[in-house]
């Protein structure tokens, strides 16, 4: 303890620094910033899914009330080609490439003066051919051009003569993601300057993006995203509604806000691939795996290509000496597929880890003896040693706190009145890393009193990045966190890494300790006198003389993690209920336990982690989004038939961490937790379907009618 205060912050389940800021409505989200004659825009949306547009008549829409300015290709400033920016630059050309494509932007002194002269625009197609339909269409996929293919020892030969087999194919729908607050954007010009109060997983992208296709220098762009209301992936590249806002506010020369509505959701901002794997599994009569295949068909866009990475799973965490992991892909008529939570892992988890199932039953083995006689502490896919791997704790523990003892290896034997009940188990991993992150720490003294501010282009997507940044920099720095500010979202503060891919809890708070621990061995030096116990930033500065004090370190990922396989692994149990009659699924208990080196806060990773049960909930039961055919528009755009789960749709979620202390991933020994939270759910729950009812379901969602 140091001079009475507590110094031990790291891991503690604190409360969020910003609790009461976001509760109170203080907290200031992309449109909430008050920006002084602002105009409003609304999309216009293409109803076509290949087209040449032959005219587009905006007279109507400009002498309708409020209107300040109608863009589209017509008038559109001329932009450079896209660079980092996701889908295509806008209104460069009257080209159509999807249903839903934004082809124009009104802007009008009201939001609902806009979205009404939105109506009065009329758009004359040639269509084109359009491939909307993914199942007539696969076999012509081929190769994507960033080929993840891999093979190790002969798989054809292992699997040919293996005594015990599966051969199954597992299909995941096209889903989007529905962050709380959509995407949206504030664009304010000043002569060749803009500002953008932007809902983004990282500032830095959206102004490389707009200093790119506007053909100014970054720092001519400036971000200001303090607050953001859910990423999920999708808010991870900058897409065109950032460059529309800009645009809009360029030709209307006003500011411009610009906010995605819940239907644009459905086509302006990416969405996940629907997947088709084929998975074989061999293995020898007392259960050891001999050969794995996963081959994947999904799609992509004609835009650009995005192919999601369902086959690493199969390539390391099972320890078979033969491998064949193929990807294909087509190019459709489709936004630009993208990130969504544990991309590649959360679908290739799914086709795994049920055929694991499968091949448990067929060897008539539990399921979890199974996975643990198959695991490795070396990465088959890169004979790398794992730094850590927390799978068979996980599953071990998981068996404990589930009462896993009670299942019948047999389904169907479980009965309580109309209800058929089942258990199921999946085992899961996703990626550490780290990636370059700056900070910059200033100390203020008012006599023995010390303030810290700690400042990175960091964002808190709503996952506790301000409460661990002050934790991280409480105990480096010794003080109490009360007095720790943090400013995070904003270009003009150091570059930090973008919060997706599970980097960001690393990123920042390794970058912030080491910020924290240079200010006070900075400061020691000042003093010039030898400390023989630990002296408090307050005492150090007081010694010194100093009333002020800043530094700023930067941190990257070490030499020694290279040297490693880096993953947070976790298992995930399940407890369903089937209605015999109806086939209503619902999950009444699920546990999940995940190693996932140090849990920085133990409360917003419990949260995390529920959050990425309750969309694997979704992702088994309910979620998927239904293309037409015919026009190649989503038949599901609104909460009324794109179901996610609800809070009477999930039961009783248990979370436990293993404890880990993984000195090689990263100083802190951080692995992170945002993506690994939903891998391995939507297989515990289909292995759950199974145990109860004995009928396997391969292609996600599991409603009703693939039961009864
Ligand atoms: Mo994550 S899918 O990179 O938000």
């Known amino acids: 303890m140091k001079g009475g205060t507590k110094t031990k912050f790291i891991g503690e389940a604190i409360n969020r620094i910003d609790g009461i800021l976001k509760v109170t409505g203080a907290a200031n989200y992309s449109t909430d910033f008050a920006i002084k004659n602002i105009a409003y825009g609304f999309m216009i949306k293409s109803t076509a899914a290949a087209a040449t547009i032959a005219d587009i008549d905006t007279s109507d829409a400009e002498k309708a009330p409020g209107v300040i300015a109608v863009v589209s290709y017509k008038n559109a400033p001329k932009l450079a080609p896209a ?143 303090p607050h953001v209301g859910g990423g999920f992936g999708a808010k991870g590249q900058t897409w ?103 991309p590649g892992e959360s679908t290739g988890s799914f086709a795994l880890e049920s055929a694991m199932d499968e091949m448990a039953y067929e060897l008539k083995m539990d399921p979890i003896e199974f996975r643990v006689k198959n695991i490795s502490m070396v990465d088959p896919s890169n004979k790398r040693p794992f730094s850590s791997r927390a799978t068979e704790a996980a599953l071990r523990k998981g068996a404990e706190m589930f009462g896993w003892s009670k299942r019948k290896q047999e389904p169907r034997q479980n009965r309580s009145g109309d209800y058929l009940i089942g258990y199921g188990v999946a085992a899961g991993s996703y990626p550490s890393r780290q990636a370059p992150t700056s900070t910059i720490v200033k100390l203020t003294r008012n006599g023995s009193d010390v303030n810290a501010s700690i400042e990175l282009a960091a964002s808190d997507i709503g ?27 904003d270009t003009t503060l150091p570059r930090a890494a973008g919060s997706g891919g599970s980097v960001g809890a690393a990123s920042f708070c390794n970058s912030v300790s080491e910020a924290c621990a240079k200010a006070t061995s900075e400061l020691q030096a000042k003093t010039n006198r030898q400390w023989f116990k630990e002296p408090s930033v307050a005492e150090l500065m007081e010694a010194a003389n100093l009333n002020e004090y800043q530094t700023q370190a930067d941190a990257k990922q070490g030499p020694d993690a ?32 995940t190693g996932a080196g140090r849990i920085m806060n133990a409360k917003t990773a419990r949260s995390q982690i529920i959050g990425g049960c309750v969309w694997g909930i979704g992702m088994a ?55 690994v939270g939903i891998v391995g759910v939507a297989a515990a729950i289909a292995n759950a379907v199974f145990n109860a009812t004995g009928k396997r379901v391969r292609d996600l969602p599991i409603t009703p009618d693939k039961l009864v």
């Open 562 to 593: 290279q040297k490693y396989s880096c993953h947070a692994f976790n298992a995930n149990f399940a407890e369903v209920w089937v209605n015999a009659s109806t086939g209503m699924v619902r999950v009444a208990r699920h546990v999940a336990v």
């Open 621 to 675: 039961l309910t979620e998927e989004s239904i293309l037409d055919p015919r026009w190649g528009n989503f038949v599901t755009r609104t909460f009324a038939d794109y179901h996610i789960p609800a809070n009477l749709d999930v039961g009783t979620i248990d979370v436990a961490f293993i404890s880990e202390e993984d000195k090689v991933v990263n100083t802190l020994g951080i692995k992170g937790i945002g993506e």
């Open 463 to 489: 996952t506790g990045t301000y409460t661990i940044v002050a934790q991280t920099a409480a105990e480096t720095l010794g003080l109490p966190i009360e007095k720790i500010g943090v400013k995070l979202g």
């Open 240 to 342: 065109p509604n950032t460059v529309i806002a800009a645009m809009a506010a360029k030709v209307a020369n006003r500011p411009v806000k610009l906010a995605m509505t819940r239907q644009n959701m459905f086509t302006s901002v990416g969405l996940r691939q629907r997947d088709v794997q084929r998975m074989r599994i061999a293995a020898t009569p007392d259960g050891k795996i001999t050969a794995i295949g996963n081959d994947i068909t999904t799609h992509s866009a004609t835009t650009g290509e995005f192919v999601e990475g369902c086959g690493g799973l199969s390539g390391m965490m099972y320890d078979a000496a033969n491998t064949k992991i193929g990807y294909r892909v087509l190019p459709m008529n489709v936004i630009l597929p993208t990130f969504m939570r544990a």
């Open 83 to 225: 660079g980092n920016l996701k889908g295509g630059v806008v209104f460069q050309e009257p080209k159509v490439d999807f249903y839903g494509q934004h082809i124009a932007v009104v802007v009008a002194e009201t939001f609902e003066q806009a979205r009404f002269a939105a109506r009065l625009v009329k758009v004359n197609y040639q269509k084109t051919d359009a491939v909307t339909d993914f199942v007539k269409n696969m076999d012509k996929a081929a190769t994507p051009k960033q080929n993840r293919s891999s093979a190790r020892g002969d798989f054809d030969a292992a699997f040919n003569s293996a005594e015990h087999k599966i051969d199954y194919t597992y299909e995941t729908p096209i889903e989007h993601h529905h962050p709380m607050e959509p995407h949206a954007t504030i664009a304010e010009w000043d002569g060749d300057k803009v500002t953008l109060y932007n809902a983004s997983q990282g500032v830095g992208g959206a102004q490389n993006a707009v200093a790119t296709v506007f053909g100014i220098k970054p720092e001519n762009v400036r971000v200001v995203s």
